[in-house]
């Protein structure tokens, strides 16, 4: 379906899939102001410290020379200094499909689905508490618009017991797609049947899971300067495997992190530096990731608030700092709104414009996110993936050859006349512009003919028909037959509890 | 209302008035492809040759040398290379309010309104022809936000007789606001009747009126490469009596463009600068503004497309030639929803960018336009305000003092602690961040106990307030003194046919 609508350009289809940033980004703060930030940052960690519940991150800390007090720890600069030396620049994002693999490393440009929302909701059916169900059909929406890069957990499978959930995650982004995974990182155990899980039903040789990533987790911060068991577990965890994390401190300015955007970032930044030198010391050249996902809050109601000039500031700001510190970065899109209107579309465009010019490698939350990430919408994902092919089409230059400049064609027209069926137009009719997926292009009264709908009451056939023609790549079968025994031997083990 | 509603930071309203540019230029062709482009066009004028339909216009380029041929004018590229040198690269826009007054130069950021709508919508009244109570609801609406710099023709008032429109029209943008204005090129009877009201309506000396730029119009090429009588007239009775044109060619790729991105530019350079050039001939050092508004046809359909990849690459192209011949310039953004939904959202938020992007000193059609300009959406008018209000914002850069870094409220916050209550935030909690005018930040219980309103729908009851409290500046009804009997008088005489 997505690959029907894919606008062809001169016969060739436009690659949505390999993608690079085609703006220069831009600043907020002068260097002189983030070198002080990133300064700041430093001094924070190294004399106030992080609280690290997890003694093995504790004990890692404490090897490398950090002095630590009760469950705090006081990370000293050469610490980060000597990580951010091994920490590399880019890596592979592996795929069962070759031809969906990319490089994440700064310049490139990849885009992530709405992820971690407990509910779902669309025209149809409503807004419920997410399910399997849910779960499978947002992840074929995923697979099956190439703008989308990398999988995520748009909506939680609420109905499948905590212990079991990942089974049932992992399983069907093993099967029924194929693009780079996301593995939550809720504990040592399920963090391992995950990705047991990829090598088995994928039949990946030590080379092939050793050559690159195969599975993404992110790792959120409690802001202030906390990390918990699970999140310290999956740091150290993924960096082991080889497998990459996502530091990504979520600060809302006003609430877990000072009212200032400076102030905010100062605390991101810190957080952000004490995950990925955990990784480091777990593993030196663990595939890590700086990220940054940092917003106000509404002064009235402590509520969230996203796509905000201080949200886009703090973007820009953020990729500042990565590229201070020379790592690919993750930011993200967002939005407030309760449901798909204009605020819905005008925060996640700004913000993904803000993601744009603060040249992100990774945009999570780029297509169906609702209410601050509770609610994973269908016709906002459809809408949303109009504004990401828009973007996508951004990163190829129009043409300046001495055919595109058309001076035939404009020496042959008259004045008052029209290019219609010139040579020049006839041959490049086809596929000549972008081709919307949902917009309609229609007059009023043909519009008014239609129904008069709203583009979000459009997104619902189109996400209909794309759930119906939805087809799970070829190697889907056999994994679930590799995968079959071990998840009835773990199940009937009970499964894996979550750590807490 | 609008000024109730104006952040603050630190106790001090943000400035929605004088806004400079927060970003650097992007390109999306190369320098040599643009001095190419740049050449080509020069070579279409020179060679090919622009239809003018006034032969007082064909006599200025003849008197400049140009090479005549029945109604078309052959301009040689040393007559526009001397209209480059004498056109002024800013000027003084002017106003009754000083406070309200900007420079026109490159770098600064000035919206006007969505403008020549033919026809108005709300949700109350449904879509209707416009009327002049129409106008003077969206003229109260430009009025009442800071954000809108300019006036604009937002709706038509078609409800009075074309020949008394020019009247009705100056007469409430004199004495209903105090903003720049705009006066339709609609034949030279009209121009001079307006530009006298404006002198006569505010008193303004002679000194006054020559001290800069009291009002602008927008002239539009026939693309392709012909300007008609009125346009003609416009560019050559604003220049006469220094009063700003645009010179904005409509270039649609596909129909009366080129259907390459270069190719269409070349098309929209060529006829602007056959525009610019007809200025300077009429009057050495006239203000006169490049300017841009492109986009690609739906090849379906035939009909406008706006904030598609094509039109954002030939926004982003436009800025570049504007660079090349250093004048200030003039984009749009746009939408062809039918209603005020993600799409329109989408589109204008879109367009807004690649206006911010290519460094429009003026941004037309920036809230309320849809179906392409065929309608004035109210509600969309005061979700696009929120845009632009956020876009305003990103001029202010972030603070970077060490206060701004919160370095106490960083030390003092526990891990797991909070900001809410630390001195630093207490002290800049009221007015910390951008308060929203339509966005709703409540979560989903409290949204739909509200009645689950789309943005759409809450925006009715912002525009509705606004116009309710809506007061006219002070000097509104001696200048309505001043110009009854001039109206009056004109009124009986029958007014003034636009011309054909």
């Known amino acids: 379906m997505a690959r029907d609508r894919t606008p062809r350009r001169k016969g060739r289809p436009v690659d949505y899939v390999h993608l690079t940033h085609p703006f220069t980004p831009q600043s907020v703060f002068s260097d002189d102001a983030i070198a002080a930030l990133h300064d700041a940052a430093l001094g924070l960690l190294e004399q106030h410290g992080m ?3 997890l003694p093995e991150a504790r004990a890692l800390f404490a090897a490398a020379g950090a002095r630590g007090m009760g469950d ?3 990370i000293g600069r050469d610490i980060i200094a000597n990580a951010l030396t091994t920490a590399p620049r880019q890596w592979r994002m592996r795929s069962m499909n070759s031809a969906r693999e990319r490089q994440y490393a700064p310049g490139q440009l990849l885009f992530g689905p709405g992820a971690g929302c407990p509910n779902a909701t669309d025209l149809v059916r409503g807004r419920r508490p997410g399910t399997l169900r849910d779960y499978l059909e947002t992840l074929a929406l995923q697979q099956s618009f190439d703008v989308i890069h990398i999988l995520g957990p748009s909506v939680e499978p609420q109905d499948v017991a905590a212990p079991l959930r990942p089974y049932a995650m992992m399983q069907a982004q093993i099967c029924r797609a194929d693009k780079p995974m996301f593995v939550y990182a809720r504990g040592r155990a399920q963090v391992q049947d995950s990705l047991h899980m990829i090598r088995l039903g994928l039949g990946l040789s030590e080379d092939d899971w050793a050559s690159g990533v195969w599975a993404y987790t992110v790792i959120n911060t409690n802001s202030p300067r906390q990390l918990d068991n699970p999140m310290a577990q ?6 082991r495997a080889g497998q990459a994390s996502i530091i990504t401190p979520f600060c809302l300015a006003g609430a877990m992190a000072p009212v200032t955007v400076a102030g905010a970032l100062i ?20 595939p890590v990731s700086y990220g940054g996902f940092s917003s106000n809050v509404d002064m009235k109601s402590g509520a969230p608030a996203f796509g905000t000039p201080e949200h886009l500031k703090m973007q820009l700001g953020s990729g500042q700092l990565a590229r201070h510190i020379g790592l690919p970065w993750r930011s993200a899109s967002g939005s407030a709104s309760n449901t798909a209107d204009m605020q819905a579309a005008q925060e996640t465009t700004h913000t993904l414009w803000g993601a744009m010019l603060a040249q992100a490698t990774l945009v999570v939350h780029a297509a169906g996110w609702l209410e601050g990430g509770l609610s994973f919408g269908y016709e906002k994902f459809i809408n949303d993936i109009e504004a990401l092919q828009t973007l996508a ?5 129009p043409g300046d050859t ?9 020496a042959e027209v008259p004045p008052g006349g029209h290019f219609f069926a010139t040579a020049h137009t006839m041959a490049r009719y086809d596929g000549a512009f972008y081709s919307p997926l949902v917009a309609d292009l229609s007059n009023h009264g043909q ?3 239609s129904g008069a709908l709203r583009s979000d009451q459009r997104a619902t056939a189109i996400w209909q028909r794309t759930l119906a023609n939805f087809q799970p790549p070829a190697h889907g079968e056999q994994a679930a037959d590799r995968l079959a025994p071990f998840i009835a031997a773990r199940t009937a083990a009970g499964g894996a509890p979550p750590l807490d």
């Open 51 to 53: 609280k690290i519940l």
């Open 72 to 74: 705090m720890v006081f």
């Open 234 to 239: 999956g740091i150290i965890g993924f960096a």
């Open 267 to 286: 605390l991101q930044h810190a957080e952000a530096l004490a995950g990925i030198t955990l990784s480091q010391l777990a593993r030196p050249g663990a």
């Open 393 to 397: 089409e951004m990163c190829v230059k």
């Open 402 to 410: 001495l055919d595109d400049f058309a001076l035939d064609a404009l």
């Open 447 to 449: 519009w008014t003919e």
